[in-house]
């Protein structure tokens, strides 16, 4: 079993829809939960960066940690075209060296 | 440069060559990783070096993958006898010294490997 788990996708929504993204970990010493970006032919780039449970709110986007369930979320509200890409959840232990990543959900905004 | 430059971005080798990539992290950044992201597969961690400390290699899948990181800097990972199942992209991140993980990983837009 993968320490962090992601339905791959793709997922298809249309234009304006709120678009739900999850991954499951199965370490309970993680604490840091971030939300990545990667677009096709690039590099990851971070959107959200949480510290342990609760919601975080960066304009359209809401990072959501629930430890109890060891359960992440990622909501897009009025989702764009440029919103498609694969988003990656990673997360990581307080004094950890690296990152452990889903292996990313595939989304596609339609006009 | 303002952001982690990788080269070369693209690389199509033949079975059994060697392949060296490289990773020019930002500027002042003490940390520096190196990921490989095959199909399906999400990032998969191989090596960690922060500053002068021995590296976390244990990422790494094979004697036949290793990496150095020169003053610091400029980092190499370098694949010996490649065989296809090391078609991958390979990605470099760096983070800074200051207080905070994740808001401070930076990653370049990686090194696409093919071995035919």
């Known amino acids: 079993q993968k320490e962090v788990e992601q339905d791959p996708g793709p997922l298809s929504v249309p234009e304006g829809a709120i678009v739900s993204l999850n991954c499951t970990y199965s370490n309970s010493a993680f604490q840091y939960f971030m939300w990545y970006r990667q677009y096709s032919r690039k590099g990851p780039e971070l959107l959200m960066y949480t510290y342990s449970s609760g919601n975080k709110e960066d304009g359209r986007f809401t990072a959501q940690v629930d430890k109890s369930s060891k359960y992440i979320s990622l909501f897009i509200r009025d989702s764009q075209p440029s919103d498609s890409a694969t988003y990656l959840c990673?997360?990581?232990?307080?004094?950890?060296?690296?990152?452990?990543f889903g292996t990313g959900t595939q989304l596609k905004v339609e006009l | 440069g303002a952001g982690v430059s990788q080269s070369p971005s693209n690389k199509v080798t033949e079975k059994g060559k060697d392949v060296e990539l490289r990773c020019d992290p930002i500027s002042g950044h003490t940390a520096l990783y190196w990921y490989r992201q095959s199909l399906g597969q999400g990032l998969e961690f191989l090596i960690y070096f922060q500053g002068n400390s021995a590296p976390d290699k244990s990422g790494l899948p094979s004697d036949r993958f290793s990496a150095e990181r020169t003053g610091g800097s400029v980092s190499t990972l370098t694949i010996q006898r490649t065989q296809q199942e090391d078609s991958a992209v390979y990605l470099c991140?760096?983070?800074?010294?200051?207080?905070?993980?994740?808001?401070?990983?930076?990653f370049g837009e990686g090194s696409w490997l093919t071995v035919v």
């Open positions: 990673a997360t990581t232990m307080v004094g950890g060296n690296k990152l452990t």
């Open positions: 991140a760096s983070r800074s010294p200051t207080r905070g993980f994740g808001n401070t990983i930076y």
